[in-house]
């Protein structure tokens, strides 16, 4: 049966391909191109790199998720910025969509591995773009700064090859390992986000960042591009 692309290339309330802001950031960074790989990969690249990767970012409300709050913000993390990866894909005519994995991080720094209270990342998420007739999955999280200063090679992305994160750094030690895919998405399935986070978590833990959000509001909590990476 064939799938049904037009789901994919539709705006919603948080994939906001619609957004004037989406639109002329889309326009702006595939200026001169007409081939849809090179479209993508353009795109990708301007999210991994131009949105920095911030775990403490907010994360309770659907807006937070918004492609064009993500663009006017400039930071968040992996989610968010698949959101904002998607709709950019569908404004140039790309189908898009969410899928959200469970992994395990290997490298990550003490700060967050106390913020979170694991090592697991839940509902960790990447996008996938339609293009020559198959899905093609592809990770913007981690800025190219921020990989460098993780002994990481910068995640690339060709538009035919799945880009998913590195299972190993520089040094030859686990960075990424996948446990788990928990599905693909049209949209952000912000309540899948919530439950799983709360189970995995605490719902203690999540309800306390969200207090501290409604307290300080965008004030950033702990600057992740500061913190030390915490070494197996």
Known sequence: ??????????????????????????EKVTAGLTDTVEMAVKL???????????????????????????LKRGRSFCVPKASLLCALGRACGIPSRIG???????????????????????????????LEGRWVKATPAFNRE????HHVIPLEFNGREDSLFQPYNL????????????GIFADIPVDHIMT?????YGED????????FEKEGER?????????????
């Open 44 to 70: 990708y690249l301007a999210v991994r790199d131009g949105i920095r990767y911030d775990p403490y970012s907010p994360f309770y409300l659907p807006e937070h998720y918004r492609a064009s709050f993500v």
């Open 146 to 149: 921020l990989c460098e200063r």
């Open 1 to 26: 049966m064939e799938e049904n692309l037009q789901l994919f290339l539709t705006p919603t309330a948080i994939i906001d391909s619609n957004h004037e802001s989406v639109l002329n950031y889309a």
């Open 196 to 200: 799983g986070w709360k189970k995995a």
């Open 220 to 232: 950033p909590l702990p600057v992740f591009e500061t913190e030390e990476v915490l070494e197996e």
């Open 171 to 182: 040094e030859n030690k686990k960075f990424m390992e996948y446990l788990e895919m928990e």
């Open 100 to 130: 959200l994995a469970t992994v395990r991080n290997h490298l990550a720094t003490r700060q967050l591995i106390d913020f979170l209270g694991t090592d697991l990342f839940v509902s960790h998420g990447f996008a996938e773009f339609y």
């Open 205 to 212: 833990r999540v309800n306390s960042w969200i207090q501290r």
